[in-house]
Nanobody
Framework: QVQLVESGGELVQAGGSLRLSCAAS????????MGWFRQAPGKEREFVAS????????YVAGSVKGRFIIARDNAKNTVYLQMNSLKSEDTAVYYC????????????WGQGTQVTVSS
């Protein structure tokens, strides 16, 4: 099992950058694929980006491709989401999630961190 705590969300102007962090507990972090999701007010939660357990493979949603980068540091049990060229439509609560390597769904979730982009 793994516990996740996100941080780094704040109010930022459009065009600015933020880096979100997600710290994971436990000694098996390197066996979990990690993902970032977001949920804007009145909308369903949507996928943003994911990274394989080793960090070798990443996938980013089309809406943020070229602007957001996902990375991880297994030595620090942390996954990051670098967000550049932020737009007002990126405003949402951002959630970190973990998927154990042998499963097909993200079963562990953090509490979320608020990102607000002012235009």
């Amino acid at each position: 099992q793994v516990q996740l705590v996100e941080s780094g969300g704040e109010l930022v102007q459009a065009g600015g950058s933020l880096r979100l962090s997600c710290a994971a507990s436990g000694r098996t972090f390197s066996r979990y694929a990690m993902g970032w999701f977001r949920q804007a007010p009145g909308k369903e939660r949507e996928f943003v980006a994911s990274i394989s357990s080793s960090g070798s493979y990443t996938y980013v949603a089309g809406s943020v491709k070229g602007r957001f980068i996902i990375a991880r540091d297994n030595a620090k049990n942390t996954v990051y989401l670098q967000m550049n060229s932020l737009k007002s439509e990126d405003t949402a609560v951002y959630y970190c999630a973990a998927r154990y390597e042998s499963t097909s769904s993200f079963d562990y979730w953090g509490q979320g961190t608020q990102v607000t982009v002012s235009s």
